[in-house]
């Protein structure tokens, strides 16, 4: 396995490889078993694999959040090199924002909504970092979790709206026994909140149960959930929304399948969460 964390050794591995159809899994480090999934994804279907790790600056609205997320590259490195993954780039932030940047690609209507609300300008600092990655990498396929489905579908128009050429391919979240979906933040949870953790889970499970019997307004179905999540003693709703699955338009009627997602403070640690709910048979 290549590590390397300047774009010019990028580049002669990447010419050393040419031809070889290459996998592209963008992380922002501190792996855990979804990414490895991802990994697996993508190994399964390229020649070859590269895993960026870089925590991105620009999509980060609070400075104190970016201060602490968590950090292990050299954990990270021996779980992709078990992994069979081919290329690490892990680039300091000079290297993919130097001096005097001071470009970004927006996409519309799609990133307004849920995360786009919640975080005001985050998706740009998102499409930003992974357009470069596309253009630096030129991978066939490039692999995201489907528990960031917002940022999944962002990334696809982007891919499309630019003419990329890239597959970008979603993989389903990985989730611990209880139902909790694994992420990086979760190292940052207290004991007690980990408990609490999983009503995210529950309260999800809870807005499938009650569109299966045939609840259909949105907004009685938010207030279900958020007794749910609200039953924790550090919970506290950043929202709780229901969106059409494509176009993440509010849905206050549920006749087709929606796409339910929340975002949840346990204490200063947010986490989000969705599910795709089929319409009522």
């Known amino acids: ?53 870089f925590v991105n600056p620009l999509q980060f609205n609070s400075p104190e959040d970016f201060e602490n997320y968590p950090i292990n590259i050299e954990e990270d490195l021996r779980l992709l090199a078990e992994a069979g993954v081919d290329l690490v780039f892990t680039p300091p932030p000079e290297e993919i924002y130097p ?38 990498f030129t991978p066939d396929r490039a692999y995201f979790g489907e528990k960031d489905a917002q940022q999944l579908l962002v990334i696809k128009k982007m891919a499309q709206d630019m003419n990329y050429g890239v597959q970008v391919i979603g993989c389903p979240t990985v989730r611990e026994p209880g139902g909790l979906a694994l992420s990086s933040r979760n190292s940052r949870l207290k004991e007690s909140q980990k408990e609490e953790a999983l009503l995210i889970w529950q309260a999800l499970q809870l807005g499938k149960q009650k569109i299966a019997e045939g609840l259909s307004n949105s907004a009685q179905l938010i207030e279900l959930m958020s007794e ?37 403070f346990l204490g200063k640690v947010r986490l989000i969460d969705n599910i795709t709910v089929p319409p009522k048979a």
């Open 1 to 53: 396995m290549e590590v390397t964390k300047k774009i010019v050794g990028l580049r002669e591995w990447l010419a050393q490889n040419r031809g070889a159809s290459l996998g592209l899994v963008p992380t922002m480090g501190f792996l855990h078993q979804g990414h490895l999934a991802l990994v697996k994804a993508a190994k399964a279907q390229n020649e070859r694999v590269a895993v960026s790790i």
């Open 99 to 136: 001096k005097g940047f001071d470009a970004q690609l927006r996409i519309g209507a799609i990133t307004k909504p849920l995360e786009g609300s919640a975080r005001p300008g985050h998706f740009d600092g998102v499409t930003t970092v992974v357009a470069k990655f596309f253009n630096l």
């Open 228 to 264: 749910v999540v609200l039953s924790g003693a550090s919970a506290a709703v950043d929202y709780i929304s229901i969106n059409d699955t494509q176009t993440l338009e509010p849905v206050e009627e549920i006749t087709g399948e929606v796409l339910i997602s929340l975002a949840v």
